[in-house]
T-cell receptor, first 113, second 115 residues
Framework: KAGVTQTPRYLIKTRGQQVTLSCSPI?????VSWYQQTPGQGLQFLFE???????NKGNFPGRFSGRQFSNSRSEMNVSTLELGDSALYLC????????????FGPGTRLTVT | DQQVKQNSPSLSVQEGRISILNCDYT??????FLWYKKYPAEGPTFLIS?????DKNEDGRFTVFLNKSAKHLSLHIVPSQPGDSAVYFC??????????????FGKGTKLSVIP
């Protein structure tokens, strides 16, 4: 099976703009989770989607949002970008329920200038 | 408040010797623990896991030990190989409701295996 894919791999945006990142999970996986990785904080959980529904959310401001489509592909959106949003954004998929083993994509490196 | 802590940001080990990576946690509700390995420019890859009802799990050169009373787990790599050089993340799982399990990660330990 193909692994988790994320597009784009690299992105440069300016403060105040918004950005949309995309994730395609492993075929058959219905759960998609998003994480933010920064050098000082490690991987921090953003949210999880299962069958087009957000079923878990981390402690991030409302500027961070996401959605999942019927084919399990997911997008996350960050509005009004801040310099501190510069990070590696990782998507992970799993079979769904209940499974703790997640398969990660390569990530999208977002730089906000 | 950091619930999963990896107190050593980096570790250097000679090839062929044992690498021991440590992880401490504070939340007694964690019921499953995982180790992930991450190379630069790649996403983390699953390495090994252990249920909270066990104290040891082995997979080839990798062994994870869990001490629930001390809220401590460790990953042993024997023998260490240069290809093991990567950042290792400890993660802990807890049930969040509605069929969702949330992973909480440590900040990672960068392992360097010296040939």
């Amino acid at each position: 099976k193909a692994g988790v894919t994320q597009t784009p791999r690299y992105l440069i945006k300016t403060r105040g703009q918004q950005v949309t990142l995309s994730c395609s999970p492993i075929s058959g996986h219905r759960s998609v989770s998003w994480y933010q990785q920064t050098p000082g904080q490690g991987l921090q959980f953003l949210f999880e989607y299962f069958s087009e529904t957000q079923r878990n959310k981390g402690n991030f401001p409302g500027r961070f949002s996401g959605r999942q489509f019927s084919n399990s592909r997911s997008e996350m959106n960050v509005s009004t970008l801040e310099l501190g949003d510069s990070a590696l954004y990782l998507c992970a998929s799993s079979e769904g329920a209940p499974s703790t083993k997640q398969y990660f994509g390569p990530g999208t490196r977002l730089t906000v200038t | 408040d950091q619930q999963v802590k990896q107190n050593s940001p980096s570790l250097s080990v000679q090839e062929g010797r044992i690498s021991i990576l440590n992880c401490d946690y504070t939340n007694s509700m964690f019921d499953y623990f995982l180790w992930y390995k991450k190379y630069p420019a790649e996403g983390p890859t699953f390495l090994i896991s252990i249920s909270s009802i066990k104290d040891k799990n082995e997979d080839g050169r990798f062994t994870v030990f869990l001490n629930k009373s001390a809220k401590h787990l460790s990953l042993h790599i024997v023998p260490s190989q240069p290809g093991d050089s990567a950042v290792y993340f400890c993660a802990a799982s807890t049930y969040s409701g509605a069929g969702s399990y949330q992973l909480t990660f440590g900040k990672g330990t960068k392992l360097s295996v010296i040939p």
